[in-house]
């Protein structure tokens, strides 16, 4: 005891709880996975590092292990030791499966990362029932609805917790934007409502900060260009795979506010693929209030102008399918 007074108490909890935080990233090894698990193990905000993959792991995180950070890194190898990697953890990100090749679509992906992602899921349901989930494997319009139907089936569902991550959308449409106006991308803040695939890819223009002026013909460019941009590097990339070094940047900005508004910062907002009332779709991705719980209010979508208006109507019966896919996959599984 050194006689501190209760403020005193609080202020050193505070500090205390800033660096203690258990992150899990399940497909640890794979294209994402890799840079992302770099940048978390260089980051402040993570104390422990647990990697999880099928293949991989233990050199993944021997490799990391070096690295002068504190956060302590951990290899888990093989479902037999999923478990004991998601013990204790406070935010589980899960980029595992497969990538798009040229001429698929994320809905392509389905089979194979449905799977995937309700087994890994059903752990995390079992292990870290209270974690934040972050889930990145695509089609994330099917993916989440998939991981909230298992966590009702384990009795632990909460949806301010699951989060289908959606920020590449936003990084890149900040990005596109500051090219076209000669600005400084860290500066351009851009919401993209919707979902993650396609035409189902909202970005709101309109609501630009610093506000922006295109013409009818740049701005349908310009939203097909950032509605597209996953694609683009699909096609780039040739056969090797999807967007991987942008994603895991994205990824840790999002795990990054996440674990910001956990520790008690105030006003982090980030747009993620969640549970919603905003519209007559149960999921929807719109710019989110977090806090130490998940999210702490969804700021819904603002106003928006007609055109906008037309894409969101537009998008509807897509993100419909894709949701009732995900939702009926856990329904009709044993
Ligand atoms: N949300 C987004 O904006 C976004 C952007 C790009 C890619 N993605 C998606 O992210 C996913 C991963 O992409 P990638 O390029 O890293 O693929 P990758 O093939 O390079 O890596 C995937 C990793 O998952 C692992 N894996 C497979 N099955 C597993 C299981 N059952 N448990 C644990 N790990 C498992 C593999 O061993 C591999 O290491 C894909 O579904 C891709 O479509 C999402």
């Given at each position: 005891n050194i006689g501190l007074v209760n403020s005193e108490k609080d202020l050193l909890a505070k500090c205390l709880s800033f660096n203690n935080s258990k992150v899990a990233v399940l497909g640890a090894a794979g294209g994402i996975g890799q840079p992302l698990s770099l940048l978390l193990k260089n980051s402040p905000l993570v104390s422990q590092l647990s990697l999880y993959d099928i293949a991989h792991t233990p050199g993944v995180a021997a490799d990391l292990s070096?690295?002068?950070?504190r956060a302590k890194v951990t290899g888990y190898l093989g479902p037999e030791q999923l478990g004991e990697c998601l013990k204790g953890c406070e935010v589980v990100v899960i980029p595992a499966g497969v990538p798009r090749k040229p001429g698929m679509t994320r809905d392509d992906l389905f089979t194979t990362n449905a799977t995937i992602v309700a087994v890994l899921s059903e752990a995390c349901a079992r292990h870290c029932p209270e974690a934040m989930m972050c889930i990145i494997s695509n089609p994330v319009n099917s993916t989440i609805p998939i991981t909230s139907e298992i966590f009702k089936k384990h009795g632990v569902y909460n949806p301010n917790k699951i989060f289908g991550v959606s920020t590449l959308d936003i990084v890149r449409a900040n990005t596109f934007v500051a090219e076209l106006k000669g600005l400084d991308p860290a500066r351009v803040s851009v919401p993209v409502i919707g979902g993650h695939a396609g035409k189902t890819i909202i970005p709101i223009i309109s609501q630009c900060t610093p506000k922006v002026e295109f013409n009818q013909d740049q701005l349908v460019t310009l939203i097909a260009r950032i509605q597209e941009a996953g694609t683009e590097v699909v096609k780039a990339k040739a056969g090797a795979g999807s967007a991987t070094l942008s994603m895991a940047y994205a990824g840790a900005r999002f795990v990054f506010s996440l674990l910001d508004a956990m520790n008690g910062k105030e006003g982090v907002v980030e747009c993620a693929f969640v549970r919603s009332e905003e519209t007559e779709m149960p999921y929807f991705s719109t710019p989110l209030l977090l806090g130490k719980n998940g999210i702490e209010k969804n700021l819904g979508m603002g106003k928006l102008t007609p055109f906008e208006e037309k894409l969101v109507a537009e998008a509807m019966a897509e993100l419909k399918g894709s949701i009732k896919k995900g939702e009926d996959f856990v329904k009709s599984a044993k």
């Open positions: 070096h690295i002068e950070t």
